[in-house]
């Protein structure tokens, strides 16, 4: 037997059936191979592995092969820093201005109420930083040893403080990439040998890195397994410039040790390694409206509070490019999961391995909260419609605002949320103002105030504040307008293109050379790597000319049909579509998505 810790490393005894059900499902979900390891209550540990590592040659997936976490790496690094605290090298309240004075963040709550960025807030994703950028993520510029601050040119937008810092969950990849920088601040050094010196080496956690690590080339690792898409197109691992933020290779067997290390309180061979006090906030919300107005559910210093499949857990997801991964932990129980897909699919249900190494935990099912009596005539006030505050990316916010709303209503006795692009969700009273969905087993959602009087639907991960009727009908006319002028020029200008009527004194003719010109860049755009999606690149920068120019031609169009006065039923449909397209190209404009340049 080996013993980590004081905990057993054994076998389970449904072991084998884990193993066909976990095959079988990776098989029906199109997925090629898994890893996973499960943390009994007991203490023992076991872990084990399915499918093909490597779709193109066929290689096994091995209980013991390394895997790509993405987001779960947020959990190692937080560790890391909980770890500096406990040595007395740095403070959660720090201001992040203190720490970085090189990084200037455009917070307007610092000045006005002292609302200041604090590392606690990078932490717990309260930071009300955006999320990242494209060229973030997906660019081939960046190399293994890019430096962070890299990812923060100046005199840049990207460190615009969107909502009051510790006020509202907002998931932020910039806010891991500063933590990364101030670890490296405090400590001298990368924080890549830092934290697999001083956190993974303690943990003996020696088949994992912080460093980069891929499949090919001179960072390869033979025991890596290959990422992939769907239909089985292979993705080996590139640098990205937010590293810190979901960069980490690791095995199964190892994140059973670092979950064992948690439930542990943080010591390691019965010595504190991490402040209990500190471990035990990695999980619960704290100070956040959602927390503040009776929510439980929510994310703590690292690690999300989770109610699924009657069970509620601590855990974080990972994606990365050709991997997704889950790490939950039950505290309470002594019990844990860790599952890593050496694929990256759009189709697959992925929540059906977390049901199947629920299920093989035993995990005991959480007592659900009763219904109570329908909170007080206010609800009425409460319904409408509310939209993401903030939402994830800012230069997307027109879309978010126009596409992803949700609607929110009370039937007398139970309050209906009704996304825009998904089915209606019944939430139930469970006491003042909060209520729960169907499936959960404690309360999901809260109606608040903000503390600037919005009213706010909150499930603890995202945040829709209430908006005008007016404002969304508006949005949408606009969009209406915009996309049938769109056409009528298109279809209209072909017909004439067709018959030889288009002439360049028609008042269609640049306007429809116009929409013609939006697609020159596709085929740029099908012969580069969607890894190079946020670079300066002959597509982008088409993409951007074409899209600024269509205003400017819509415009020109649009003075020659008024100029030429032989209007007509023709000449005022013609017009009317100009008029309809060139107020959407200006709202577009006005909100930052005009000229789209996706390297922004």
């Given at each position: 037997m080996l013993f980590l810790f004081g905990f057993q490393v054994k076998a389970a005894p449904d072991t084998?059936?884990?193993?066909?059900?976990?095959?079988?499902?990776?098989?029906?979900?199109?997925?090629?191979?898994?890893?996973?390891?499960?943390?009994?209550?007991?203490?023992?540990?076991?872990?084990?592995?399915?499918?093909?590592?490597?779709?193109?040659?066929?290689?096994?997936?091995?209980?013991?092969?390394?895997?790509?976490?993405?987001?779960?790496?947020?959990?190692?690094?937080?560790?890391?820093?909980?770890?500096?605290?406990?040595?007395?090298?740095?403070?959660?309240?720090?201001?992040?201005?203190?720490?970085l004075p090189s990084i200037k963040l455009e917070n307007p709550w610092s000045s006005s109420a002292g609302d200041h960025v604090r590392v606690r807030h990078l932490l717990n994703q309260t930071s009300g930083l955006d999320n990242s950028r494209l060229w973030q993520i997906f660019s081939l510029k960046p190399r293994a040893d890019t430096p962070l601050v890299e990812a923060f040119p100046e005199n840049s937008t990207l460190l615009r403080v969107r909502s009051r810092p510790g006020s509202r969950y907002s998931y932020s990849n910039l806010g891991y990439a500063l933590l990364g920088m101030i670890i490296e601040s405090v400590t001298g050094e990368r924080y890549e040998s830092y934290l697999d010196k001083h956190l993974l080496q303690p943990l003996s956690m020696r088949d994992s890195t912080f460093r980069f690590v891929s499949q090919t080339g001179e960072n390869a690792d033979s025991r890596l397994a290959m990422g992939h898409f769907e239909n089985g197109v292979t993705q080996p691992a590139v640098p990205i410039y937010l590293r810190s933020a979901g960069q980490f290779t690791t095995t199964a067997a190892d994140m059973a040790r670092f979950a064992i290390f948690l439930m542990n309180a943080g010591t390691i061979?019965?010595?504190?390694?991490?402040?209990?006090?500190?471990?035990?906030?990695?999980?619960?919300?704290?100070?956040?409206?959602?927390?503040?107005?009776?929510?439980?559910?929510?994310?703590?210093?690292?690690?999300?509070?989770r109610d699924r499949h009657g069970v509620l857990g601590s855990c974080h997801p990972g994606t990365t490019i050709g991997f997704l991964a889950?790490?939950?932990?039950?505290?309470?129980?002594?019990?844990?999961?860790?599952?890593?897909?050496?694929?990256?699919?759009?189709?697959?249900?992925?929540?059906?391995?977390?049901?199947?190494?629920?299920?093989?935990?035993?995990?005991?099912?959480?007592?659900?909260?009763?219904?109570?009596?329908?909170?007080?005539?206010?609800?009425?006030?409460?319904?409408?419609?509310?939209?993401?505050?903030?939402?994830?990316?800012?230069?997307?916010?027109?879309?978010?605002?126009?596409?992803?709303?949700?609607?929110?209503?009370?039937?007398?006795?139970?309050?209906?949320?009704?996304?825009?692009?998904?089915?209606?969700?019944?939430?139930?009273?469970?006491?003042?103002?909060?209520?729960?969905a169907t499936d959960r087993t404690i309360a999901s959602h809260v109606l608040l105030r903000s503390s600037d009087g919005a009213r706010v639907l909150s499930d603890g991960l995202h945040s829709y504040e209430q908006v005008s009727l007016t404002k969304m009908v508006l949005l949408w006319m606009s969009l209406i307008a915009g996309l049938s002028g769109l056409a009528y020029i298109f279809v209209m200008g072909?017909?004439?293109?067709?018959?030889?009527?288009?002439?360049?004194?028609?008042?269609?003719?640049?306007?429809?050379?116009s929409i013609i010109a939006l697609f020159i860049p596709v085929p740029f755009f099908l012969q580069q790597s969607f890894l190079r999606l946020g670079d300066v690149t002959p597509a982008s920068v088409?993409?951007?000319?074409?899209?600024?120019?269509?205003?400017?031609?819509?415009?020109?169009?649009?003075?020659?049909?008024?100029?030429?006065?032989?209007?007509?039923?023709?000449?005022?449909?013609?017009?009317?579509?100009?008029?309809?397209?060139l107020q959407w190209l200006i709202v577009l404009a006005v909100w930052g998505l005009l000229p789209l340049r996706l390297w922004n």
């Open positions: 084998l059936a884990l193993q066909i059900e976990m095959k079988q499902a990776l098989e029906e979900e199109g997925l090629t191979g898994a890893v996973w390891s499960i943390v009994t209550g007991d203490g023992s540990f076991t872990f084990d592995s399915a499918g093909s590592a490597d779709a193109a040659t066929g290689q096994r997936m091995l209980p013991d092969s390394r895997v790509q976490v993405g987001s779960v790496a947020k959990v190692l690094l937080a560790a890391g820093v909980l770890r500096l605290v406990t040595e007395g090298k740095l403070s959660l309240d720090t201001p992040v201005s203190e720490l061979d019965g010595k504190p390694f991490i402040e209990a006090s500190l471990v035990h906030a990695l999980g619960p919300p704290a100070g956040t409206e959602a927390a503040l107005a009776g929510l439980s559910i929510g994310h703590g210093l690292a690690l999300a509070q889950m790490l939950c932990l039950y505290p309470e129980q002594g019990k844990a999961f860790f599952v890593a897909m050496n694929t990256d699919s759009e189709t697959a249900d992925y929540d059906r391995f977390n049901k199947l190494l629920i299920r093989a935990l035993d995990v005991q099912p959480s007592a659900p909260v009763a219904m109570e009596s329908a909170p007080d005539k206010s609800i009425s006030e409460w319904q409408g419609i509310y939209v993401p505050s903030p939402n994830p990316m800012a230069p997307f916010v027109w879309i978010d605002t126009v596409f992803n709303f949700v609607t929110v209503r009370w039937d007398g006795s139970r309050l209906r949320v009704k996304p825009f692009q998904s089915g209606e969700r019944t939430l139930i009273p469970v006491g003042g103002m909060l209520f729960k072909l017909g004439r293109a067709v018959t030889a009527s288009m002439g360049r004194e028609s008042r269609l003719f640049y306007p429809f050379l088409l993409l951007a000319v074409v899209t600024g120019l269509l205003p400017l031609v819509m415009a020109i169009g649009l003075v020659v049909g008024v100029r030429r006065r032989a209007y007509g039923v023709m000449g005022v449909l013609d017009i009317s579509a100009m008029v309809g397209v």
